[in-house]
């Protein structure tokens, strides 16, 4: 991104930073409850933390939980008030104005799941809002909760008879019918893996095919116990359109726009990772996963595992790690399966050393992927 774009896009953020407060002038804001909105300028001061990275995450987090918690306030409705479209404005632009800061520009890596976590949820809670506040959102939030559910239930109203159509005179023409849809090309590595008996599901969700999942009952509360099944998890920034993200970090985001969250029901989920998933879609199509761990202390049960799903031949790769926090050195054994069509990788610890990454992919998806970053690397000199 160059000088001048740089420039138009820092006074962009700037821009939102100074309209994201909750009041404008004495006027009252709509709807009411928007007046306990904590500023941009108030999240950046009071969520703080020692590590830049961590305090990072946590400021990330705090502006994707705080516009996920105007979209759920808004009880469903279609559109957003102006107001409410401005506050969430700003905190969007908040968290990319952080976030284009990082080394790293990995959103998921960066988040470290405070995007989703619900003890960071209550955190926020706690420190910005009113009691009578949290009363109102959970009135809400199960108002709307409970429309979700009966929606399969609902009878559709009675229809009237349609009025006889008048007969077409000899000039007019009839619009043509719609085409069918055309089913999305499957991608080969799949069939490849099921070819060769490799296990293509995870946690009992078939890859290669379409996501068919519901949207979770308890949309924006990261919690597997109130979702008894798998579903897909609102996060906020799917909200965010990949032409917004790109003007603001000066990168092409428009894979952002193919990814989405899978809560996995606490019955299926190991204790040894998070429960939400991030899954890549291609044409509706699910053809990568990527699964965070608890980092070190659970890598004899992470690798076991994955061994008893995806065999005992695996390459194994080892590195040792300096942790930034003054701890000695330790070593860790990475696994890497080379399956037919499939492609699974197992990252000990990942940007920190209490998190660590498997990634379940095709073939042709990881080739891409890996050509991709030899391609970022290479000098720009």
Not at 54 to 62: D, I, L, P, T
Not at 231 to 260: H, P, Q, R, W, Y
Not at 324 to 349: A, I, M, Q, T
Request: charged letters at 20%; proline letters at 7%; a positive charge.
């Amino acid at each position: 991104m160059n000088c001048r774009s740089s420039v138009f896009v820092l006074a962009m953020i700037h821009a939102n930073f100074a309209v994201a407060q909750p009041a404008v002038g004495n006027r009252a804001l709509n709807p009411a409850y928007l007046s306990e909105m904590p500023s941009v300028d108030r999240v950046l001061r009071e969520i703080k933390a020692a590590d830049p990275q961590e305090n990072a995450a946590r400021q990330m987090g705090a502006f994707i939980q705080l516009g996920r918690m105007i979209a759920d306030m808004s009880g469903g409705r279609r559109d957003l008030t102006p107001d409410e479209q401005t506050l969430r404005r700003g905190y969007q632009a908040a968290r990319a104005a952080i976030q284009s800061k990082l080394p790293d520009q990995n959103l998921d890596r960066a988040l470290r799941g405070y995007d989703t976590n619900r003890s960071f949820q209550e955190e926020l809670f706690n420190r910005f809002f009113s009691p009578a506040f949290r009363a109102q959102y959970a009135s809400t939030t199960a108002e709307m909760n409970a429309r979700i559910q009966g929606t399969g239930n609902a009878q559709p109203a009675p229809r009237a008879a349609p009025a006889p159509a008048a007969p077409a005179t000899p000039t007019a023409r009839t619009a043509p019918a719609n085409p069918p849809a055309v089913a999305p090309a499957p991608d080969p590595s799949f069939a490849k893996a099921r070819a060769a008996n490799v296990d293509t599901k995870v946690f009992g969700i078939p890859l290669g095919e379409p996501l068919k999942l519901p949207v979770c009952a308890k949309t924006g509360i990261f919690d597997s116990a109130s979702n008894p099944t798998n579903c897909i998890l609102k996060t906020g920034l799917e909200e965010l359109g990949a032409t917004v993200l790109s003007a603001f970090l000066g990168a092409d985001t428009s894979d952002m726009a193919n990814l989405v969250t899978i809560q996995v029901a606490q019955s299926n989920c190991p204790t040894w990772m998070d429960c939400a998933v991030k899954g890549t879609l291609d044409n509706g199509l699910l053809i990568a996963v990527a699964l965070t761990t608890s980092g070190r202390e659970v890598e004899a049960a992470v690798g076991k595992e994955l061994r008893g799903k995806y065999g005992q031949r695996v390459s194994m790769q080892q590195r040792f790690i300096s942790p930034n926090n003054g701890s000695r050195d330790f070593e860790v054994w990475d696994l890497d399966w080379e399956l037919p069509g499939l492609h699974v990788e197992y990252k000990v610890v990942s940007d920190v050393t209490t998190r660590g990454l498997v990634r379940i992919e095709s073939e042709r998806i990881y080739q891409l992927r890996r050509a991709q970053i030899k391609e970022a690397t290479k000098p720009k000199l």
